[in-house]
C-alpha cells in the first residue's frame, strides 16, 4: 500500500522555483506528527544523497551545504505532508526527488538514509539551463 505520495516536480528554467509536497497516507498518517522526515534525491548514474531534514517538532532543519539558503523543508501535520520549496534552481539539481518517513519516533532529522524505512515513488525535478 502506498503510504507516501510526492508531488510538485517537473520542468523548470534555471533559477527558477517549485515546490514538492510528500503526503502521507494510510497508518502512516496517524505517526505522522510523530516522525521526523526527509528529502534525498538520486540525478542519473549517480548515488542518492540527503537534501535536506527537519524534526519530529519542526524546531530544527537540516540541509546539504550545496542547497543550503536555496531550499527550505517544512511540515504542515494538519496535513500530513512535507514540503521542499526550491528556490534559485540550478542544472545539478536535477534528479528524482524522494520524501522519506523516520524510522523511529521523537527523533532530529538525519541526513542517513538508514534513519528512514518509509520512502515515496519520487518526483523528477529538471532544471534547464
Known amino acids: 500500500q502506498v503510504q507516501l505520495v510526492e508531488s510538485g516536480g517537473g520542468l523548470v528554467q534555471a533559477g527558477g522555483s517549485l515546490r514538492l509536497a510528500c503526503a502521507a497516507s494510510?497508518?502512516?498518517?496517524?505517526?505522522?506528527?510523530?516522525?521526523?522526515w526527509g528529502w534525498f534525491r538520486q540525478a542519473p548514474g549517480k548515488e542518492r544523497e540527503f537534501v535536506a531534514a527537519?524534526?519530529?517538532?519542526?524546531?530544527?532543519?537540516k540541509y546539504l551545504d550545496s542547497v543550503n539558503g536555496r531550499f527550505t523543508i517544512s511540515r504542515d501535520n494538519a496535513k500530513n505532508t512535507v514540503y521542499l520549496q526550491m528556490t534559485s534552481l540550478k542544472p545539478v539539481d536535477t534528479a528524482v526527488y524522494y520524501c522519506?518517513?523516520?524510522?523511529?519516533?521523537?527523533?532530529?532529522?538525519?541526513?542517513?538514509?538508514?534513519?528512514?524505512?518509509?520512502w515515496g515513488q519520487g518526483t523528477q525535478v529538471t532544471v534547464s539551463s
Open positions: 522519506a518517513a523516520s524510522r523511529n519516533y521523537f527523533t532530529a532529522g538525519s541526513p542517513n538514509s538508514y534513519a528512514y524505512d518509509t
Open positions: 494510510g497508518p502512516l498518517r496517524l505517526t505522522f506528527s510523530r516522525r521526523a
Open positions: 527537519i524534526n519530529w517538532s519542526g524546531s530544527s532543519t
